[in-house]
Nanobody, 123 residues
Framework: QVQLVESGGGLVQAGGSLRLSCAAS????????LAWFRQAPGKEREFAAG???????YYADFVKGRFTISRDNAKNTVYLQMNSLTPEDTGVYYC?????????????????WGQGTQVTVSS
């Protein structure tokens, strides 16, 4: 059984940075697509960033060059570096793994999810 565990969330002031991590266990994920989604209070879960097995990266428009997704297959870990944070970035951030196929922006196609980590950006 695959488990994804996120960490690195917290409270930060506007303009600050956070680095989220997601460690996978139960399988080696080097051949899998990985993604970060976020969910703000009262809103649907939305795609933020993704990275496929060939290290190609994809970002939502709202990222606007502020976030960077990366992966370390030796550590079975995916990261999300978030810079220039704004209060609109507040929400729960989830990592997701897709067993077969490349990164896609729809949450429903991912097979495994972490429990989420809270990110709160104060103004």
């Amino acid at each position: 059984q695959v488990q994804l565990v996120e960490s690195g969330g917290g409270l930060v002031q506007a303009g600050g940075s956070l680095r989220l991590s997601c460690a996978a266990s139960g399988r080696t994920f080097s051949s899998n697509a990985l993604a970060w989604f976020r969910q703000a209070p009262g809103k649907e879960r939305e795609f933020a960033a993704g990275i496929n097995s060939g290290f190609s990266t994809y970002y939502a428009d709202f990222v606007k060059g502020r976030f960077t997704i990366s992966r370390d297959n030796a550590k079975n870990t995916v990261y999300l570096q978030m810079n220039s944070l704004t209060p609109e970035d507040t929400g729960v951030y989830y990592c997701a793994l897709r067993v077969v196929g490349d990164v896609w922006r729809q949450a429903g196609i991912y097979d495994y999810w972490g429990q989420g980590t809270q990110v709160t950006v104060s103004s």
